[in-house]
């Protein structure tokens, strides 16, 4: 479905059923396929309220729904790009829907490649930096509770009575020694 004259066709058909907004389409490629970008403009909140699920479906019938690549089928992204910010709730309503895509809103001035570098390929990401923070930040057993739990075995069992009385005397221990939990 990712052809020019078919992405062409759906977006005509589009303008036709969403008179008040405009969808532009971007490929990205991946090592196992497509990732699938559309991005949706709006001039107001309201019509964003009025328009983000009839759009969502829309993409899903006539075009997720003809795409064969189970790859591309779970990658694809709808941006709603709209320059003035939108209430919370509506936000929140949009983006943790999980029908057919990857709903985000875009609320300031951002062009098609920051939007994929930032929320697609995530070249924003300084991985370097988070390694030589987790070399240093070493993980610390608390020897009160290695102690506790040393002679105990718990691997591939059931919560039993035993383990919730080992339980207990572990938080009362902990809190008697003015741990936190």
Not at 19 to 41: C, E, I, R, W
Request: charged content about 25%.
């Amino acid at each position: 479905m990712s052809n020019l004259s078919q992405i062409e066709s759906l977006q005509e058909y589009f303008q036709k059923e969403f008179v008040d907004v405009k969808l532009d389409y971007q490929p990205v490629s991946m090592a196992t396929g497509l990732v699938h970008s559309f991005f949706v403009k709006f001039d107001s909140e309201e019509v964003l309220n009025r328009m983000w699920r009839k759009i969502s479906n829309f993409i899903a019938l006539y075009f997720q729904n003809n795409l064969e690549n189970e790859f591309e089928r779970w990658n694809l992204y709808l941006f709603f790009l709209i320059k003035q910010k939108i209430s919370n709730d509506l936000k929140y309503q949009i983006v943790n829907d999980t029908f057919s895509s990857r709903k985000i809103i875009i609320d300031q001035r951002m062009d098609q490649i920051s939007i994929i570098n930032d929320y697609i390929l995530n070249n924003n990401l300084n991985i370097g930096e988070v390694n030589s923070k987790l070399a240093d930040d070493a993980f610390q057993p608390d020897i009160m509770i290695w102690d506790f739990l040393k002679n105990k075995m718990f691997k591939n069992v059931r919560i039993t009575a035993d383990i919730e009385k080992s339980f207990s005397q572990l938080v009362k221990a902990v809190k008697e020694k003015d741990y936190e939990i």
